[in-house]
């Protein structure tokens, strides 16, 4: 053979060589709970030979595109043992893997990979495990998924028996909470004593509070997303829980082995019970229901049905009657159009219901917001390097102000519907997820929402479009008369919005151990609380931005650094934050919000800004772990007049928001004595909530008057205490059968009496004197739960 030809054919196989070692296939899957077959999120796969790795999303599936060649392949998470695989990569290859849970295991591995915490450009998020939640002592004894994430830095709420929660300085309705992506308005029970969220049938949940990806959006604070188990497709098993004032059950089990499942779980209270031994006739209870059916059409097609219905009812002898609660429905379809294309088709219902009915005035008023929404979300696994998500949504907003009927014929109320709302609020989102380098992490999209307020309604018309009026001798703001009305039929869009939502992360890793972050996102709120609590009630109400109530338009900063220290033992977050709200709704003093059909009459749109610092360090490993949490944060709000010589609400001047909180601590720590004994230990205090208190009083016709300085210039005093628990496992090492868990547990153990409020009254020598209202002193509870 000749030399040319030789050399010809050495440069083919070299260029062969050559071209196979940079081809690429995907290695894709999805991972799962080995007892179960339930899918898992956020679940790591990493390649130690080139440090690079991904993680699988809400459905449990995963997609990574690699060179040719041969892998070790690390699959990690926590609270499951770690499975190690080595791979040859020559096609693309479907694997699918099942990790057994730390319950089966001698020695668990709970950690995760550092490096999917250091490079990731997510930040400002955290992550609870149901695990983790069911160890924390609470109020009662009833595991509570809203109170748990209180202990996060950066989350505070009103107090004892306060619903909701607030975020970064931010509105409790500012909060977007998502159950299997169905919008829940009001997260608590009995008025905040209990969360909607049955524990045992939660799978994972995720608090965003910045850095929020473009796919969520139409709340200005936080994301809080739930998603709720499949149920297992393998066994059929039930487990539940006996305690002092409620109960739970839930089943699950398989509808075809390894393909379908069912879950459906229930709870309930019956502390009222007790009053009726004792001829009492008031009552205060709730019940919830949590189902879900599951089912894999095949290895590119699954379908899921899920739903949740919660009621509260609140009862004062035959005089005053409260029911309230959330329902949900969602239809949801994966499909897999390849192995770098995912995507879910969801059919969305949500509905809130309010009832009030006045027996002793013959009186029944209903009132309730319903959505539905249709979403199409897709990822795009295109390299190791870049991941893209996409989607569309429309949610169409039904909302009933008031329904008032008369209970009896002799009431003297007259039927009255007030005139009902409709919005239309669509939207569609681009982001990516980058690896620009070894070091530098990128994400970064867009999202463009409308907002559509529609008929059939009627707007009042008033001079200068100002429904607020400001009366110049008296310096106080009052309700402004109409000038007329304008009736708009149904859909005639009576006024329209749209905004564009950037969000953008970067993260920058100093090494394996170390990163600094930063972030910026916008968001935009068109439906609006109507409230003047500090935290939401069942009474308020949720209204559409128009004409005069505009959007708010939330913008965010945020700066971190992360370290993780001794192999992953410790864990250390740092981040700082800047945010602006503008249309933060402000009322005007002596604001009517019940039954109101004019509420622009009562409404000014002000300002409000918050700003902090965050820490959280983290024990890891071990028998004892758990953190330290510590915000120090500011939280402000700013209605100045609209003209020269308005004076604005609190004289144009910035002054506290309900929800500034300037320290909050929070510690938790869960200690594991020995395979029979654990205990749990959490302690929390922040500053008191601001407050305005009368600064003087004045008679009138002999009647005392307080009067009243500026908004929100005292405090409540200092909130604090310190809870205890201790779980025994009778038969720790039984894993089949009937197998039980006793709880016991203390809630505020030196019984600090935390002032819910504080009222101001003469006593019986005509001497002022302040009252302390407190809920809760020490509250002892027990509780048995159960599986088999």
């Given amino acids: ?273 007790f009053l009726k031994l004792a001829d009492n006739d008031n009552a205060a209870y709730f019940y919830d229901l949590n189902a879900k059916l599951s089912y894999k059409l095949n290895d590119q097609n699954s379908l899921y049905l899920s739903g949740y219905f919660g009621r509260d009812v609140f009862k004062l002898a035959d005089s005053f009657t409260n029911i309230y609660g959330n329902s949900t429905l969602n239809l949801r379809w994966n499909h897999l159009f390849s192995d770098r294309l995912f995507s879910n088709l969801s059919l969305i219902y949500s509905d809130y219901y309010y009832g009030l009915t006045l027996d002793f005035v013959g009186f029944q008023y209903d009132s309730g917001i319903k959505n539905y929404n249709i979403k199409y979300d897709f990822k795009n696994y295109i390299s190791d390097k870049l991941k893209l998500n996409f989607g569309v949504n429309g949610i169409y907003y039904d909302f009933n102000p008031g329904t008032i009927n008369p209970t009896s014929a002799t009431s003297g109320i007259n039927a009255r519907q007030l005139e009902q709302k409709y919005a239309f609020e669509p939207a569609l989102y681009i982001e990516a997820e980058q690896d620009l380098s070894k070091k530098w992490s990128l994400m970064y999209g867009l999202r463009y929402s409308m907002f559509y307020r529609l008929g059939q309604s009627t707007v009042n018309l008033y001079e200068n479009d100002q429904a607020v009026t400001y009366n110049e001798i008296l310096k106080i703001y009052e309700k402004g008369k109409p000038i007329g009305t304008e009736f708009f039929g149904s859909n005639k869009t009576m006024a329209s919005f749209d905004n564009l939502e950037p969000r953008v992360a970067l993260s920058y890793a100093l090494n394996d151990n170390q990163s600094v972050k930063a972030s910026y996102n916008r968001m935009t709120q068109y439906l609006q609380l109507i409230s003047n609590t500090s935290s939401p009630t069942p009474l308020d109400v949720w209204t559409p931005s128009d004409r005069y109530i505009k959007p708010q338009i939330v913008d965010q900063v945020a700066l971190g650094y992360f370290q993780n220290l001794k192999d992953d033992a410790y864990t250390l977050e740092v981040e700082t934050f800047y945010k602006t709200v503008q249309n933060r709704i402000d009322y005007i003093d002596g604001a009517d ?196």
């Fill in 593 to 788: 919000l019940i039954a109101n059909e004019a509420l622009e009459q009562i409404i000014l749109n002000g300002r409000l800004r918050a700003y902090g610092l965050e820490v959280l360090f983290r024990k890891n490993t071990g028998k004892f772990n758990g953190w330290i949490a510590y915000t120090l944060s500011r939280s402000e709000q700013q209605t100045p007049g609209r003209t020269a010589t308005e004076i604005g609400i609190n004289n144009g001047n910035w002054y506290k928001s309900a929800f500034d909180k300037l320290h909050n601590v929070a510690v938790t720590a869960a200690y594991e004595l020995t395979n029979k004994w654990s205990f749990g230990a959490n302690f929390i205090l922040q500053s008191g909530q601001p407050v305005t208190f009368p600064n003087g009083q004045y008679q009138y016709q002999d009647i005392t008057i307080p009067s009243y300085g500026l908004r929100n210039e005292s405090r409540l005093p200092t909130f604090h205490h310190l809870d205890l628990a201790a779980t025994y496992t009778p038969k720790p090492d039984k894993k089949k059968g009937w197998q039980g868990e006793w709880v016991f547990s203390i809630y505020n153990i030196y019984n600090r009496q935390n002032a819910a409020s504080i009222n101001f009254r003469q006593n019986t020598s005509g001497a002022n004197e302040a009252v302390r209202f407190s809920i809760f002193g020490a509250v002892p509870a027990v509780s048995y739960n159960f599986k088999f």
């Fill in 1 to 273: 053979m000749h030399l040319k030809t030789r050399l010809l054919l050495l440069f083919c196989c070299f260029q062969f060589a050559y071209g196979m070692a940079q081809e690429k296939f995907t290695l894709s899957g999805t991972i799962a709970d080995a007892t179960s077959n339930e899918t898992l999120i956020g679940v790591n796969i990493y390649v130690p030979e080139l440090k690079i790795g991904t993680s699988t999303n809400a459905y449990g599936f995963y997609s990574l595109t690699l060179p040719a060649g041969t892998y070790t392949i690390e699959f990690s998470y926590v609270g499951f043992q770690t499975f190690t695989d080595q791979i040859v990569l020559t096609t693309n290859l479907k694997k699918n893997v099942s990790l057994n849970s730390g319950e089966q295991l001698e020695e668990v591995i709970i950690t995760e990979k550092p490096k999917a915490n250091i490079r990731k450009a997510e930040m400002s998020v955290n992550k609870l495990s149901i695990a983790t939640i069911k160890k924390m002592p609470v109020v009662l004894g009833e595991v509570d998924v809203i109170k748990s994430i209180l202990l996060l830095p950066g989350v505070t709420n009103a107090g004892e028996g306060a619903s909701g929660f607030n975020v970064r300085g931010g509105g409790a309705d500012q909060n977007l909470i998502l159950l299997d992506e169905a919008v829940i308005f009001n997260s608590s029970h009995v008025f905040g004593f209990f969360s909607v969220f049955n524990p045992d049938a939660i799978k994972d949940l995720k608090l965003y509070k910045g850095g929020i990806p473009a796919r969520y959006g139409g709340r200005g604070s936080s994301v809080l997303d739930i998603y709720q188990k499949d149920g297992n497709s393998k066994n059929f098993q039930m487990n539940g829980g006996i305690g002092l004032i409620s109960s739970r059950l839930l089943a699950e089990g398989p509808l075809v082995k390894d393909k379908g499942s069912f879950l459906i779980g229930g709870r309930g209270s019956y502390a009222h019970l």
